[in-house]
């Protein structure tokens, strides 16, 4: 009897505490800032034009009343999503606890019980990130949200800001997207088919799979009948319901726009400038470096070159190389289809587009466009004691000397080991690091070739470094930021240090000029000769290939293009499938610049062009099969010399001058 009192006065004091920090709890969050749920989270988004092209959770103009969305899309959704939430405060305890006993037992956060409440919370105010914290501060919102409003007024935001797929916010934005008509307008069939979206946006929009959707509907309209909502005959009939699809949006109806809006969201975070609280009370207005007609562009050539091509995807950025601005990006083939953005959270190896760095570092350390190795299959004896044979491209080889010229028109590796070798490992490292590749670099043999990971974003930047002639920029997306008052928290500080030689630099640009040079094939063509009848223009351009990816990255004066193409799988490709990254940037560079001057660099008065024989590196005379201008410091350009001498000139005083 005794340990009976004992075990209720415990309860009782229990039951008490609870009592009194719920008490505690409702009045903080009754009495405390209220949330504005009609303003929080605005981010409104503007391009170089000063134009609107994203407006964010409550920053859209499609905002409606509950009153005027069809019953049809409510009922779907609470029998969907939370057929207790006219009845719970918040959380439904039962689905809590059974969730949490899964994720206790798995060691993992995948099983959820969010409510409506909580999703819309965590829509207004939080990441996606599974983590304990992420949900008790979910949580917490939830119970603010249900203190300080109705559940008309809950269910009425969530529905205008949850995500639709396909880059779409909010019911009705939802309901002219896929329909074309407004949210109080959908029947039956239209609404639950995209009440069913926001379980799944990518895989559920029936834009992308419309098997899968269709999956999904059933479920819905099984819950309703279930519920007693619907009729068995009502969800036969409308599962039987032929719909057509509009897919358009009222403004920038491009699929890839939605990879830039993600990239400004996650560089936004990485300023760490803006705290959780004045986006929730004030929001945000971001001016972005965004070019609608370039981001059009690149788009057109995506779809133009990959349009067929199954699961082969892409990454592209196209930046103003004098101040690092990305005017366009693209982080796949289709966001509505993938929203994984290869163009900030992928790094792939970048092949031969690697040499033009090392090439620099040459230049730089007393090699010329006429230095010569010999090019042929090679074992090369590392300090380790290990042997590297890299070898060319289809095995080709010249089995002969050839310079800097041609070596980089051809992309011949024996060439790029040799010269990287005789630099000096940690040399390559060195200069890469200075034109803003920001991964962990290895010293290794096999740098040059490519074989280690980069970002995009991170490989353009530092070819522009060379293209804006060796100053160092940092490629960025947002110009400024203001708070909801008009006040700017942050704004772009273009500060350019010189860190490259502008003499180099322009030698450099006018040997990756030779890339798609058509005359100067010989006993294998220059890399990039199969996209010469598309290019109007001159650029300094490299190719580079590995068995799992494929890049294209070259620029002007006025802008850098960069582009991957390959598999997410690391799936080999076929010899087929190199063209398209290439043509991707061809058709890219060329449609941008198409109404715009030629443009390229003016010579150093240090530089001097000298016509000479490609192959030999000597000055060209009738003789010479393949002639081409090249460039020099004054000083280090080949003079004439007879052919005693010949050899002894072009093979040991070029390649050794250090």
Known sequence: MKKIKIISKVLIALMLIFCVCYSALFVCAKYGSKIDIENSNSIYMYDTAGKSFYEGNNGTKKWIKLKDISKHLINATIYSEDKNFYNHPGFDIPRIIKSTIVNIKSKDLKEGASTITQQYARNLFLTFDKTWERKIKEAWYAFKLETQYSKDEILEGYLNTINYGNGILGIENAALYYFNKSAKDLNLAESTMLAGIPKSPNNYSPLNDETAAKKRQKQILQAMVNNGIISKKTMDDTLNVKLTYHGKKENLNLSTIMYYQDAVIRELGSLKIVSDNTIRQEGLKIYTSLDVEAQTKLEESIQTNLEGKGEMQVSAVMMYPNNGEIIALAGGKDYSKSQYNRAVQSKRQV????????????????????????????????????SYSPSNYGNIYPNDDITMALAISYSDNIYAIKTHLFLGQDTLVKYSKKMGITSKLEANASLPLGTNELSITEFVTSYATIANTGYSVNGHLIRKVEDGNGDVIYEYNNKKEKILNKSYTYILSELLANTYDVSLTSYTAPTCASIAPKLTKKYAVKSGTTDYDLWTVGYNPDIVVGVWTGYDDNRKLSNKEYKYSKNIWADAIESYLRDKKQSWYEKPDNVVGVLTDVQTGEVATNESKLKKILYYIKGTEPSYVNKTNKKKKTTTKKATNN
């Not at 092949?351 to 299959?377: I, R, V």
């Open 351 to 386: 092949g031969s587009t690697m040499k033009p760095l090392l090439y620099y570092a040459a230049l730089e350390n007393g090699l010329t466009a006429s230095s010569t190795f010999l090019s042929k299959p090679t074992t090369f004896t590392l300090d380790n004691g290990l």
